[in-house]
């Protein structure tokens, strides 16, 4: 079973940036596509964006041109660079890989907390 620990929220201004990293325990990290994730309060898990084992992105229409994903398969890590952040980003963030359907290949990690606040 793959362990992620997600690191690097905090409070921050609105236009301000994070940079948040996910570091996952395992071999063949490298084979799964990892997707990013946040939970608000009161509101379900949503998909942020998603990229591929050979480093293709795909990011949501709601944070496109502002968050992007990157990984390093020798650190087992990927990142969530988030840029111009908005009250609205305020959410837990959480990294998985996703299997389609809203369901997920491991068990979820504690998540990082954002706060986009003034």
């Known amino acids: 079973q793959v362990q992620l620990v997600e690191s690097g929220g905090g409070l921050v201004q609105p236009g301000g940036s994070l940079r948040l990293s996910c570091a996952a325990s395992g071999r063949m990290f490298s084979t799964y596509s990892m997707g990013w994730y946040r939970q608000a309060p009161g509101n379900q898990r949503e998909l942020v964006g998603t990229?591929?084992?050979?480093?293709?992105?795909n990011i949501v229409d709601a944070v496109k041109g502002r968050f992007t994903i990157s990984r390093d398969n020798a650190k087992n890590t990927v990142y969530l660079q988030m840029n111009s952040l908005q009250p609205g980003d305020t959410a837990v963030y959480y990294c998985?890989?996703?299997?389609?359907?809203?369901?997920?290949?491991?068990?979820w990690g504690q998540g990082t907390q954002v706060t986009v606040s003034s």
């Open positions: 998985n890989s996703p299997l389609g359907n809203r369901l997920v290949q491991w068990s």
């Open positions: 990229i591929t084992s050979g480093g293709f992105t």
